[in-house]
T-cell receptor
Framework: DQQVKQNSPSLSVQEGRISILNCDYT??????FLWYKKYPAEGPTFLIS?????DKNEDGRFTVFLNKSAKHLSLHIVPSQPGDSAVYFC????????????FGSGTKLNVKP | DSGVTQTPKHLITATGQRVTLRCSPR?????VYWYQQSLDQGLQFLIQ???????AKGNILERFSAQQFPDLHSELNLSSLELGDSALYFC??????????????FGSGTQLSVL
């Protein structure tokens, strides 16, 4: 049972434009969300997180938006750069079991020069 | 470099065999997590250890087991291997019991191929 879903396996964006990666979840008890970036032959690396008490968190070119009523979060990258080309995973955890992080299947972002 | 070391990077074996994957966490981290990534799948949580004790369990098969040793390194043992066990296995570590604001640091993974 996939509790965190990334329905777009891939996304292609022109350099300098905005990249929007989406993530949906089904468990209403999730209250902490993260995005990870993964390059080939490397492990995922932490990018940005958001707690359910907020609806937006910003870090440089990366912004995560959380819509709790829709159980949806998105990652915006502005402006997109070729070095952002990677697979992006969203992850979630619940306060009743915050040792377990549920990951989506990932979205492969390609930023074209 | 995340500071998490996984060995070996690649492993090719046959069905029915047993293998051991090894993970050394970041210096000072007490928690170790194991994840499995199959083709086109997300990262499936297998198991977590904290300071030598099992803390959380995910969809880990009975043929799989893990442990964390006094020096905090961890091993994931996979036995009676099947073709479907072919996957990328990641280890991750964190500083303490993962709480709010904590994040995981991942190793580069072990690619297991069962032929």
């Amino acid at each position: 049972d996939q509790q965190v879903k990334q329905n777009s396996p891939s996304l292609s964006v022109q350099e300098g434009r905005i990249s929007i990666l989406n993530c949906d979840y089904t468990n209403s008890m999730f209250d902490y969300f993260l995005w990870y970036k993964k390059y080939p032959a490397e492990g995922p690396t932490f990018l940005i997180s958001i707690s359910s008490i907020k609806d937006k968190n910003e870090d440089g070119r990366f912004t995560v938006f959380l819509n709790k009523s829709a159980k949806h979060l998105s990652l915006h990258i502005v402006p997109s750069q070729p070095g952002d080309s990677a697979v992006y995973f969203c992850a979630a955890s619940a306060k009743y079991n915050f040792n377990k992080f549920y990951f989506g299947s990932g979205t492969k972002l390609n930023v074209k020069p | 470099d995340s500071g998490v070391t996984q060995t070996p990077k690649h492993l090719i074996t046959a069905t029915g065999q047993r293998v051991t994957l090894r993970c050394s966490p970041r210096s000072g981290d007490l928690s170790v997590y194991w994840y499995q990534q199959s083709l086109d799948q997300g990262l499936q949580f297998l198991i977590q250890y904290y300071n030598g004790e099992e803390r959380a369990k995910g969809n880990i098969l009975e043929r799989f087991s893990a442990q964390q040793f006094p020096d905090l390194h961890s091993e994931l043992n996979l036995s009676s291997l099947e073709l479907g066990d072919s996957a990328l296995y990641f280890c991750a570590s964190s500083g303490r019991l993962v709480g709010r604001g904590e994040k995981l640091f991942f190793g580069s993974g072990t690619q297991l191929s069962v032929l």
